[in-house]
């Protein structure tokens, strides 16, 4: 495995190295999902990623790619384009938040048939998986140049002691909607980085095995991660952008584990993702059952809207609720 060291000034302080330590290495590699099944799920289990090919077919691209045309053109403020750049996204790219709102075209893509089976392995069951977030993403040219930084996404502590470790609480599954290469941008993980605090605290564990590494591969490619992993986005040559679909997903359900302190420890239904994400009444309502649950993750801001009866008013005062 070819390792590339970026020089560094100290090795002393998580704060000065979100950006990483510079053991880059050769991109990960991808597994078929219909083929290779089970030893994806392996290589999830030891690493906290997995990279899958061809999980969208030409006719899903296009659909999806013509989707960011339209909407960019009809709708730029869900988009966060203009006038309107929305604060928290600036230096970032942009990001449609919640678009299954407004698009039932979109439901057919929130259990895709190449990558929802191993998600359903990885939260432990096809009952115990629960939708959390839906968006899109597009990072423009010259967009976030060296803005963004390894992080983990949202992470429960008894991540750090419990045992089992699986199945994990929320697990995202980012699938590429342009080619991603060095010369774009691309996701970067830590494997095996999921258990520590800090960044620096994976170097110090992991040793030699600390390895930042990224992933390129063709549009179509899906990248599933588990949201305690550290990760970030390589800036690439900021000549070209890359589009990206991003789902979350929890764990619902009770779980018996063990923590260090006792013999019995019961793991609850990982909390809800957001404050603010809200499900449609089609989806939240569904006349399927297994839908139903699918969708059943709510939130408090969910819990009001659907007492409203779905007042359009009461989803405009929410955050990110626009039209």
Request: hydrophobic share 30%; proline share 7%.
């Amino acid at each position: 495995m070819e390792i590339k060291l970026q020089p560094q000034e100290n090795l002393s302080g998580d704060s000065n190295y979100a950006q990483g330590f510079g053991r880059v290495t050769t991109p990960a590699k991808s597994f078929d999902p219909a083929n290779q099944h089970q030893e994806a799920c392996t290589f999830f289990r030891a690493n906290g990623f997995v990279v899958l090919s061809q999980c969208l077919d030409t006719a899903e691209l296009s659909h999806l790619n013509n989707f960011y045309h339209r909407t960019q053109a009809a709708t730029p403020e869900v988009w966060g384009l203009g006038a309107k750049r929305k604060p928290h996204h600036r230096n970032q790219g942009l990001i449609y938040s919640q678009p299954l709102l407004d698009h039932p075209e979109l439901d057919r893509y929130t259990q895709p048939p190449r990558s929802y089976p191993i998600v359903c392995d990885l939260l432990g069951g096809t009952d115990r998986v629960r939708f959390a977030e839906f968006n899109l993403r597009e990072t423009p040219k010259n967009s976030g140049i060296g803005a963004m930084n390894f992080h983990h996404d949202a992470v429960t502590q008894d991540r750090l002691i419990r045992e089992p470790y699986f199945p994990i609480d929320w697990l995202c599954a980012i699938h590429y909607l342009s080619n991603v290469g060095p010369t774009t941008p691309s996701f970067c993980v830590v494997p095996r980085s999921q258990r520590y605090e800090t960044l620096k605290a994976a170097f110090d564990g992991l040793q030699d095995d600390y390895r930042e590494v990224p992933i390129y591969g063709q549009a179509g490619t899906c990248v599933l991660y588990d949201t305690a992993l550290y990760h970030t986005r390589l800036d690439g040559d900021g000549k070209q952008g890359r589009r990206t679909w991003h789902q979350y997903y929890a764990r619902g359900g009770w779980l018996k584990s063990s923590l260090p302190t006792t013999d019995k420890y019961m793991r609850a239904p990982s909390p809800v993702l957001t404050d603010w994400n809200l499900f449609p009444e089609r989806l939240a309502l569904h006349p399927d059952p297994a839908m139903r649950l699918f969708f059943s993750h709510w939130n408090t801001a969910q819990g009001e809207w659907v007492a409203s009866g779905f007042d359009a008013g009461v989803r405009k005062s929410m955050p990110r609720g626009e039209q």
